[in-house]
């Protein structure tokens, strides 16, 4: 990646900070409107410095969700060089800091891209499709948290007063009614949106494939590896879900047990742990690996975590090879 200009933008929600840096040196420092007219400004102004081309150029931001999406769409439609990074890892990678403001933080970001600029990850739109599954899990997720808002703490007067909560209950029967078929409504839609895309549909039909792994699970990892093309190994996707265990060691004083890291997407975490307990009470493998390792006084906890890892290796496996899972399965070479 030959780079010669690195611009760094740190995005809030109503402006957008640039900062153009010229290899080591800085150009200038820009702030903007959030909007189309702002973006055009900033374009601009660039168009005008020297010796600039798009082709030597690399745009770095943070993830923000929707506050980039008119910046992401406006690059992308210039066939820019577009990275977008975690906060937490542009954060950490800068070292010792001290203040903060929207110029600093553009002007660092804009560093982290120079001094990392032989391995950056450049971003890649997801398909239409692909983003609507996202918005409707996303949709279906806070229906069923609206739901558990409501029933959870009812559930709890009823353990010393069901009076009390059958006449709590018949207050908001309507409304969780609705929920119910407003759930059932998400469900549908996600389920002809499958059903609609034909690549879509045969993914998660390999991943449904596996034993443990439902619709929902399906729907997350989808989501969450952008149809296993950001995430195409089971050791990364295993580190980002939470279940991959790392040793805790250091010289001969320090010899702690291997263990997950808690910076992690915990839902899919989550979901993961229901699979498992799923596979290990259905499937006959699992569950006689399971017995084993707790008979040999292994930690449940840790073994219930290889069962999460081994359904991860089957589905990366599986989509890697576009088959579906078979418990006899056998690689045969042309």
Known sequence: ?????????DVSKSTLDFTILADKE???????????????????QLKEQSAFTLEQTVFCME???IYNQHLLNFLYSKKAAICLESAVHIKRSAGLQRGKNDRVDAFRI???AYKNRETLRLWQPKRQVVTQLKELAALRSRLLN??????????????FDKHLAEQITSLFKATTTALDQDIKKADTAIDQLVAADEQLKRLFDIVTSVDGIGKITATAMVVCTNEFKDINEPSKFACYSGIAPFEHSSGSSIRGKSRVSHQANKSMKTLLHLAAMVAICYNQDMSNFYQRKVAQNKNKMAVINAVRNKLVHRIFAC??????YQKNYSNTLA
Request: net charge positive; aromatic share 12%; proline share 2%.
């Open 110 to 112: 804009a560093q982290y």
């Open 146 to 159: 609206a739901k558990k808002q409501l029933t959870v703490p009812v559930k709890e007067t009823a353990l």
């Open 1 to 9: 990646m030959n780079y010669h200009f690195f611009i760094g933008i």
């Open 26 to 44: 800085k150009l200038f420092h820009l702030q903007t409107s959030n909007d189309l007219a702002g973006i055009r400004q900033f374009w601009k």
């Open 319 to 324: 989509v890697k090879q576009d088959r579906l």
């Open 63 to 65: 993830h923000t969700g």
